[in-house]
Antibody, heavy 118, light 107 residues
Framework: DVHLVESGGGLVQPGRSLRLSCAAS????????MSWVRQAPGRGPEWVAN????????YYVDSVKGRFTISRDNVKNSLYLQINSLRTQDTAVYYC???????????WGQGTLVTVSS | DIQMTQSPSTLSASVGDRVTITCRAS??????LAWYQQKPGRAPKLLIY???TLESGVPSRFSGSGSGTEFTLTISSLQPDDFASYYC?????????FGQGTKIDIK
């Protein structure tokens, strides 16, 4: 079975940094593009970033460019999201998900909550 | 950016009803559209991809159609487990975008 487990969320002050992790198992991690999607309280999902299977291509939504960095470690079967200069608008549940061009966002983790507040 | 406008935002229905949700895109694209179901406190679940392909394990009462700028999700006979929120998402071009969602509640 595919398992994606996010961690690293919490309560953070504006302007600080956070690193989210996503531990993957049950599939060949190094063969898949991966995504981060976030969902603010009471809102719909928002795509945040994608990374190619070998890490050579990365894409971001405009609102996080320059502040968020997606990365992966195919040896550790892990996906990361480095979040800098946190803003209150970044408060959301952050999900990692597998992506395939054929099928979209197929498998999702349970999410990790990031709350940005002073 | 492709904006996805989903309607209705809420829908009251009864078990056994046929339900249709529409997603309109601000730009035309072929079929790189997915539909997700989400229940409170849970991650979204993929139902339909490539506009009309049913994800493995998803009941056949769910179907998707459309291309260009108009896409629809249809539930042929609403079941108790289907009361949830539904989102469309285009993955035709970056940035990927989701519709605002449709919440189906009990009439």
């Amino acid at each position: 079975d595919v398992h994606l487990v996010e961690s690293g969320g919490g309560l953070v002050q504006p302007g600080r940094s956070l690193r989210l992790s996503c531990a993957a198992s049950g599939f060949i991690f190094s063969s898949y593009w991966m995504s981060w999607v976030r969902q603010a309280p009471g809102r719909g999902p928002e795509w945040v970033a994608n990374i190619k299977s070998d890490g050579s291509e990365k894409y971001y939504v405009d609102s996080v460019k320059g502040r968020f960095t997606i990365s992966r470690d195919n040896v550790k079967n892990s996906l990361y999201l480095q979040i800098n200069s946190l803003r209150t608008q970044d408060t959301a549940v952050y999900y990692c998900a597998t992506y395939s061009r054929a099928a979209g966002l197929v498998y999702w983790g349970q999410g990790t909550l990031v709350t940005v507040s002073s | 950016d492709i904006q996805m406008t989903q309607s209705p935002s809420t829908l009251s229905a009864s078990v056994g009803d046929r339900v249709t949700i529409t997603c309109r895109a601000s730009q035309s694209f072929s079929f790189w559209l997915a539909w997700y179901q989400q229940k409170p406190g849970r991650a979204p679940k993929l139902l339909i991809y490539k506009a009309s392909t049913l994800e493995s394990g998803v009941p056949s009462r769910f179907s998707g159609s459309g291309s260009g700028t108009e896409f629809t999700l249809t539930i042929s006979s609403l079941q108790p487990d289907d009361f949830a929120s539904y989102y469309c998402q285009q993955y035709n071009s970056y940035p990927w975008t989701f519709g605002q969602g449709t919440k189906i509640d009990i009439k």
